[in-house]
């Protein structure tokens, strides 16, 4: 069955420095989201993206956030410059083009710790 | 605006018996209810949906969950747990106002634990 899949599972990065989260999403999916879990706290949207461009995004992501499809295949999250409380797991997901009853299919994760 | 509440932030069960993991939602609209579970180190993989139709819905691994307008929950059910069903459980609600995309909206999510 076709997942999704996300690299790295943990990255450790030092406070103001770049990351950049890897996403492959399932091949034929065309709608594709981050979400983020602060540790002890609720899943919280983040960014959607469909047909090369953001669709919706949050509060949360501000301008050191970006998001890139460089391939057709990879989807990616790039904090620019990354703070204390950018630690979190971050999800990926995507979804097949159809409609609104489609779930949502998320990968394993990344564990992201800023020090 | 959609709110997802999840009472318990813990659920203990012994193996064998009925499991019921809560949820109630807040949305102006008609819901779109989802249930992911997240065992450890894993990533949220879906259990079942609720978009429209019969107010019990069955999904993976035995789940069902009952819809309740009038309650407006979404309350996740077992008839028998297993051990290897202990992990972590989050109700989700779709957005509204958008046709084609859509986001969730996560509740804080309720850890199961079933004792042998």
């Known amino acids: 069955e076709p997942e999704v899949t996300q690299t790295p599972s943990h990255q450790v990065t030092q406070m103001g420095q770049e990351v950049i989260l890897r996403c492959v999403p399932i091949s034929n999916h065309l709608y594709f989201y981050w979400y983020r879990q602060i540790l002890g706290q609720k899943v919280e949207f983040l960014v959607s993206f469909y047909n090369n461009e953001i669709s919706e995004k949050s509060e949360i992501f501000d301008d050191q956030f970006s998001v890139e499809r460089p391939d057709g295949s990879n989807f990616t999250l790039k904090i620019r410059s990354t703070k204390l409380e950018d630690s979190a797991m971050y999800f990926c997901?995507?979804?097949?083009?159809?409609?609104?009853?489609?779930?949502?299919?998320f990968g394993p994760g990344t564990r992201l710790t800023v020090t | 605006a959609q709110s997802v509440a999840q009472p318990e932030d813990q659920v203990n069960v012994a193996e064998g018996n009925p499991l019921t993991v809560k949820c109630t939602y807040s949305?102006?609209?008609?819901?779109?209810l989802f249930w992911y579970v997240q065992y450890p180190n894993r990533g949220l993989q879906f259990l079942l949906k609720?978009?429209?139709?019969d107010n019990l819905v069955k999904g993976s691994y035995g789940f069902e969950a009952e819809f309740n307008k009038s309650q407006t929950s979404f309350h996740l059910k077992k008839p028998s747990a297993l051990v290897s069903d202990s992990a972590l459980y989050f109700c989700?609600?779709?957005?509204?106002?958008?046709?084609?995309?859509?986001?969730?909206?996560w509740g804080a999510g309720t850890k199961l634990i079933i004792k042998p």
């Open positions: 989700a609600v779709r957005t509204e106002g958008m046709d084609s995309n859509y986001q969730l909206i």
């Open positions: 997901a995507s979804r097949p083009l159809g409609g609104v009853s489609y779930e949502q299919y």
């Open positions: 949305v102006s609209g008609n819901p779109y």
């Open positions: 609720y978009i429209t139709g």
